[in-house]
């Protein structure tokens, strides 16, 4: 209804140019989501290429989209990639960036067995968080540009323009709120914590490969053939650390 829409923050962008939205069922262009015909009477507009709603998510709440999203179905990353209008990549880069490298931090301390609380320690443990966080960014930075290399390989007429790189990003950055599960798991620490860790990690993994299968509308091989490739290469780096003398 006209209360959900609006808590959503789409009725200033009713009104959109040719393909600036897209159907969450087909991925086809729309020019927009609803059609507003005055005493808040709105009729979600229907898609011309699969004749179903373009996105039924503008009248569900937020919680739903979320939970929708976790349960990694493509409709709900269309909804939220192309749909709206979301500009917190950057910091929920930064953040799951700021997890990961508090756990590693974390791991390094329970393997040293120094108490001393001489400040030249305290100072060299905190030089090793900001280690950790510089070594988790080269990592995911690496593991991004091995998904673009492969995808630019593969597929080349996906990517032909800057925006297009852009958009891809912003959707790789997106998927990784899994990591944000790195903490909970640590303050509950128990036995079975590497485990939760390797689910994470897969939860990501199987996040990012849905939406770059959603960003560029491809089949589901070729964004875990990227996937695969993006590891290797971040793997790569991981060994390089380590040759370097580098806990990681």
């Given amino acids: ?109 329970d393997s040293s067995q120094n108490t001393d609380p001489d400040d030249l320690i305290r100072y060299a443990k905190e030089w090793d968080f900001y280690r950790m966080f510089g070594i988790a960014s080269l990592e995911q930075t690496s593991f991004f540009i091995g998904i673009f290399i492969t995808l630019w390989w593969m597929t080349p007429e996906m990517l032909k323009r800057k925006s297009d790189f852009i958009l891809l990003l912003k959707a790789l950055l997106l998927s990784t709120y899994g990591k944000l599960l ?33 960003t560029l509308n491809l089949n589901r091989i070729v964004p875990w053939f990227a996937i695969f490739f993006g590891l290797i290469l971040e793997n790569g780096v991981v060994c390089l650390f380590q040759k370097m003398g580098w806990d990681v």
Avoid at 192 to 209: D, E, G, M, Q, R
């Fill in 1 to 109: 209804g006209v209360e959900a829409l609006t808590g959503l923050g789409v009725l200033p962008r009713a009104m959109a140019a040719l393909g600036a939205y897209r159907c969450i069922e087909c991925n086809g262009e729309a020019t927009e989501l609803y059609r507003d015909y005055q005493r808040g009477v709105l009729r979600i507009s229907i898609c011309k290429s699969c004749q179903k709603p373009v996105d039924k998510y503008i009248e569900y709440d937020p919680v739903i989209i979320l939970i929708n999203a976790v349960l990694c179905k493509a409709q709900a990353y269309r909804h939220i990639l192309f749909n709206t209008k979301i500009n917190i990549h950057g910091k929920l880069c930064v953040f799951c960036l700021l997890c990961e490298a508090y756990i590693r931090w974390l791991q390094l301390q």
């Fill in 182 to 214: 790195l903490i909970p798991a640590v303050i509950w620490e128990h036995d079975y914590t590497p485990l939760c860790l390797a689910f994470i990690k897969v939860f990501v993994l199987i996040s990012n490969s849905q939406a770059i299968r959603v």
